[in-house]
């Protein structure tokens, strides 16, 4: 099955879904360091950098025919920008362009007509003006027009084999056939949890501020001399609760939120949300757990609680890769997606060029 990825930023759901044994045939994405990454990481892919809206359809269809002459099954994924829809963004606003690029797939979908759709969002995006022509509500209507069966589900990103706890509105839609939910993999009854220590335990130690020799994304953000004596203060799994009222910020002396700033992680529980600030120690629990190492994580331990694989390659600046890493689609979870997929297709394989 071949696969193409809109919004596709590095490329999370791609390598996902190649681990799975997809074929990645073209990404698309206006952001140049991840078009950058994206092109260093599927040498086999065409890529278009750009906006979608200014993306011909017939181009497209033509590179995908090009890549694809025996007509074999197509994937296309599109996880549009999410911070339109949300509960992050304060600034929410109904003129965001970003609301309506969903309904650019429309076109490319009557084109290529793919066996099967996957869109993937922030939990939040299907209640959107829900009263109103919404996004989403103009997105079932469209595929159903044209033959489409779906199911949308909310994935706990642990709950498919990634070591970090991650909600996420996932759709995934098929002309072959009526689709389930894809079956959770790991919690209660099934394999254990994945965890931090899993996935960043056998990286080499550094201290804030450097650059491992070996391996230029496994680099930590400078501390000031405050914060450094912030996080030697805080233990395993700690907080500013763990620290000497003197190092607490005046506007937190009072205030009980957002216990996750200047946090450190766990290293047997997954880690929280990673978020485009996840090399930042001040913007979440994204101190290291190792009270040894008085730093946030590296960009290449995210990469890896993202589930990328540790030769990954990331364009840019520090800021830029850590936004590409935040923003991936986990690889493991596009991978379990993936698998479950071809199991549909197999399944249902009677119903290809019907």
């Not at 879904?17 to 991840?34: H, I, N, T, Y």
């Not at 595929?143 to 994935?155: D, E, H, L, P």
């Not at 759709?171 to 209660?188: K, N, Y």
């Amino acid at each position: 099955m071949k696969v193409i990825d809109f919004f596709s930023g590095c490329g999370g759901a791609s390598e996902g879904l190649r681990q799975a044994g997809f074929d990645v045939v073209l990404g698309l994405d206006f952001d140049k360091d991840a078009a950058a990454s994206y092109r260093a990481n599927f040498p086999e892919a065409e890529f278009i950098e750009g906006d979608i809206r200014q993306v011909s359809e017939h181009d497209v269809v033509k590179l995908v025919r090009e890549k694809n002459p025996q007509q074999e099954p197509l994937l296309l994924a599109a996880c549009a920008p999410c911070q339109p829809f949300s509960r992050q963004n304060k600034f929410q606003s109904e003129d965001d362009v970003r609301r309506t690029l969903l309904d650019e797939t429309y076109r490319f979908i009557r084109e290529l007509k793919p066996e099967y759709i996957i869109i993937e969002n922030v939990p939040g995006i299907q209640n959107v003006d829900e009263s109103k022509d919404g996004p989403y509500k103009r997105f079932l209507e469209f595929i159903q027009s044209i033959g489409y069966q779906y199911t949308s589900f909310i994935a706990k990103s642990e709950k498919y084999g990634v070591p970090q706890k991650r909600k996420r509105f996932v759709l995934i839609a098929s002309r072959l056939g009526q689709v389930d939910i894809p079956p959770e993999t790991h919690g209660v009854g099934l394999e254990p949890y994945k965890t931090v220590r899993d996935f960043i335990a056998q990286l080499p130690p550094i201290e804030a501020g450097v650059t491992h020799p070996d391996d230029h994304l496994h680099v930590s953000q400078t501390l000031k001399e405050k914060n450094l004596l912030r996080i030697k203060n805080t233990p395993e799994g700690g907080d500013r609760r763990n620290w000497p009222e003197s190092l607490v910020n005046e506007c937190h002396k009072d205030y009980t939120g957002h216990m996750d700033t200047y946090g450190r992680m766990k290293w047997d529980l997954p880690a929280p949300t990673l978020t485009t600030k996840c090399h930042s120690y001040s913007n979440g629990r994204f101190g290291h757990p190792d009270t040894s190492q008085n730093r946030a994580i590296t960009l290449r331990e995210a990469s890896r609680l993202q589930t990328f694989p540790p030769n990954f390659i990331f364009n840019g600046n520090m800021g830029s890769r850590a936004k590409q890493i935040g923003n991936a689609v986990p690889c493991e979870m596009a991978r379990q997606f993936g698998l479950w997929i071809i199991e549909h297709m197999h399944n249902n394989k009677e119903q290809i060029n019907g």
